[in-house]
């Protein structure tokens, strides 16, 4: 029974290094859905130049639906939607920052002002996630080995 214990916190532990290995590429799948996200946008308004919640409901990607973020936008709004799935799409403060002033100054700006800032938006998420990509092989590489060695040291102790 003793063993079967020890079995099981070294498996919680390397899943746990796993799950943490997986969130880094969600991360990533987030943001790139994010930068379809304003390239649609940016779309909409110079095409259609349709109304705010009418872009933002007809916008379909894999990862937002996932992670529920299209429901968010749809039931919250854009702005909330960022507040809340901030953890998730781990941005640094500056991208995060213009993401979010982006979302609160949607529909309220010119034709002319709108694209440029959607343009501005995509050249920041593109370079957000350019780094994200370049970290993601190391980080998925720490996050699984701690998770091993993490469990592997857990259960030598408890021996």
Do not use: W
């Amino acid at each position: 029974m003793r063993y079967l214990g020890l079995f099981l916190i070294f498996v919680c532990c390397t899943a746990g290094g796993m799950a943490l290995a997986g969130g880094v590429t969600r991360s990533l799948s987030l943001c790139e859905g994010m930068l379809a996200f304003v390239r649609h946008i940016r779309g909409r308004v110079s095409y259609y130049k349709a109304p705010v919640g009418e872009i933002c409901t007809s916008f379909q990607n894999d990862a937002f639906r996932r992670a529920g973020l299209d429901r968010l936008i749809a039931e919250r709004g854009f702005v909330r939607a960022l507040e809340q799935e901030r953890g998730a799409l781990s941005l640094d403060t500056d991208a995060y920052g213009a993401l979010r002033e982006f979302a609160g100054r949607l529909g309220s700006l010119s034709y002319q002002e709108q694209i440029a800032d959607c343009d501005f938006i995509a050249e920041t998420l593109e370079a957000a996630i350019e780094k994200k990509r370049e970290n993601i092989p190391a980080k998925r590489q720490i996050y699984s080995t701690m998770g091993l060695l993490g469990g592997a040291m857990a259960v030598l102790i408890l021996i």
